[in-house]
């Protein structure tokens, strides 16, 4: 099993920054891909951005330019630094992680974590 802690959501202006991570710990093996998804009011989860641990990374071109996702290996932790945050940014994000134990792959999920850009 795999667990996820996420934290550094927030309630922020437009304009702002945050930083959300998301701590894998448990029997681990292998994680990859690691990525964020977002989920707003009345909408699909869709993804925000992925990271393998080759660091190649993908973006929504929503989001492009203004988030940037990283990861530390050593700490199975990835990262996701927000920044020039709009209103339509809004949601709950989620940490995502593939994890291959050597025999299967299996998807985990974060708890969510909300994050609020107002005035």
């Known amino acids: 099993q795999v667990q996820l802690v996420e934290s550094g959501g927030g309630l922020v202006q437009p304009g702002g920054s945050l930083r959300l991570s998301c701590a894998a710990s448990?029997?681990?093996?292998?994680?990859?891909?690691m990525g964020w998804y977002r989920q707003a009011p009345g909408k699909q989860r869709v993804l925000v951005a992925a990271i393998t641990s080759g660091d190649s990374t993908n973006y929504a071109d929503s989001v492009k330019g203004r988030f940037t996702i990283s990861r530390d290996n050593a700490k199975n932790t990835v990262y996701l630094q927000m920044n020039s945050l709009k209103p339509e940014d809004t949601a709950v994000y989620y940490c995502?992680?593939?994890?291959?134990?050597?025999?299967?792959?299996?998807?985990?999920w974060g708890q969510g974590t909300q994050v609020t850009v107002s005035s």
């Open positions: 448990g029997r681990i093996f292998s994680i990859n891909p």
């Open positions: 995502n992680v593939h994890h291959f134990d050597g025999i299967r792959v299996k998807d985990y």
